[in-house]
């Protein structure tokens, strides 16, 4: 079992990439869509919404199944020659379907295409993220990560301030995605390699494919109840209403990000107690599934009933509609907190 000393330093860690994240994923969305309007932001939301749906495809349910096999089997590189295979292979797929998906169906030109780009580098890079995580060597991922959030920022920030361009905020993106991918590959370069191929473990490969299937189903049922709405409101009704739900959701997204901080540091402890008891395991988890309850309704009440002087301070008056959105999108915080806990529970 992981001392508390390392749990607590693991999750200092976390914290610290994640309030990165969250404060660069914030002020720079509300930059961007201040400056950009809700008709840009609508269609820039959309697209970035059907990148995720892809990327969830992509990580064929591998990421808390990868997280458990990191911790259980002692060849690290079997385990990453496997995920990587597959990866591989469904990432190629995604990234051509939504290349013509983008081109023919949304009519945005071939440029915007880049998105497919994105799958790629982002269900490989989680791979490495992983294999950290599940060491407890969080501080490792948190340096590539936040290097790659703060130019990836302000890149974006001078997009929407001096070329506010849908293309070009997402070429911003990618320069992001391009510089974490690359620090991640140099870092893990030494201890996990993801392009070594030559000692395939085919039986083992598709024993993880299996495995994964049944997470598979669950992540792409989990993402598109999340993301799919924004292309249903592009497509049905125009770019402005899809802004200003973009700008709601996006508040509720950055409240959903909690648990990415707190369950990836107690996941290795949940395994633990697991092998240790199962009277022990489910007194922490029935605390956990409390605690996370809790602080769930308490974000929803305060969200909820300063839904307009919120959206108000952070958005100005071009995004009035977004108020009731964020009071209602809200109602789903607690619902999400303990829905996270119980895929990793499923999962051990």
Not at 195 to 224: C, G, M, V, W
Not at 233 to 252: F, H, N, P, Q, W
Not at 263 to 284: G, H, M, Q, R, T
Request: hydrophobic share 55%; with cysteine.
């Amino acid at each position: 079992m992981h001392s508390v000393k390392s749990i607590s330093s693991n999750s200092l860690f976390i914290l610290i990439e994640k309030a990165c994240k969250i404060l660069t994923y914030f002020l720079v969305g509300i930059v961007v869509a201040r400056q950009i309007g809700p008709e840009v932001f609508g269609k820039y939301s959309a697209l970035l919404s059907l990148t995720v749906i892809f990327t969830a495809i992509a990580s064929s349910g591998l990421n808390s199944l990868l997280a458990k096999e990191y911790i259980v089997n002692k060849d690290k590189q079997k385990v990453t020659t496997a995920a990587t295979f597959i990866r591989a292979m469904s990432s190629f797929v995604c990234a051509i379907t939504l290349f013509f998906i983008i081109f023919f169906y949304f009519d945005y030109g071939l440029a915007l295409a880049i998105t497919s780009i994105f799958i790629v580098m982002m269900s490989l890079t989680q791979i490495i993220d992983l294999y950290f995580e599940s060491a407890l060597q969080n501080i490792t991922v948190s340096k590539y990560k936040v290097i790659s959030y703060i130019i990836g920022s302000m890149g974006k920030l001078v997009v929407a301030i001096y070329f506010p361009n849908v293309f070009l905020l997402f070429l911003a993106h990618l320069i992001e995605l391009s510089i974490s991918f690359s620090l991640a590959i140099l870092i893990s370069n030494k201890k996990i390699k993801l392009y070594q191929f030559k000692n395939l473990d085919l039986n083992y490969t598709r024993e993880l494919f299996f495995k994964s299937f049944p997470l598979l189903l669950s992540s792409i049922a989990s993402i598109l109840y999340l993301k799919i709405d924004q292309v249903f409101i592009i497509s049905m009704m125009d770019t402005k209403s899809t802004g200003e739900y973009a700008a709601a959701v996006r508040l509720c997204e950055g409240i959903f990000i909690f648990t990415a901080i707190i369950l990836p540091s107690v996941f290795p402890n949940l395994i633990a107690k697991k092998n240790i008891s199962e009277k022990i395991f489910y007194i922490y988890l029935k605390k956990l599934v409390m605690l996370l309850l809790v602080i769930g309704i308490c974000m929803t009440l305060f969200t909820s009933l300063l839904s307009e002087q919120i959206v108000s301070f952070l958005y100005g008056e071009d995004y009035y509609n977004s108020a009731i959105i964020l009071s209602i999108y809200s109602l789903s915080i607690p619902i999400v907190y303990v829905g996270d806990l119980f895929s990793r529970w499923l999962v051990i």
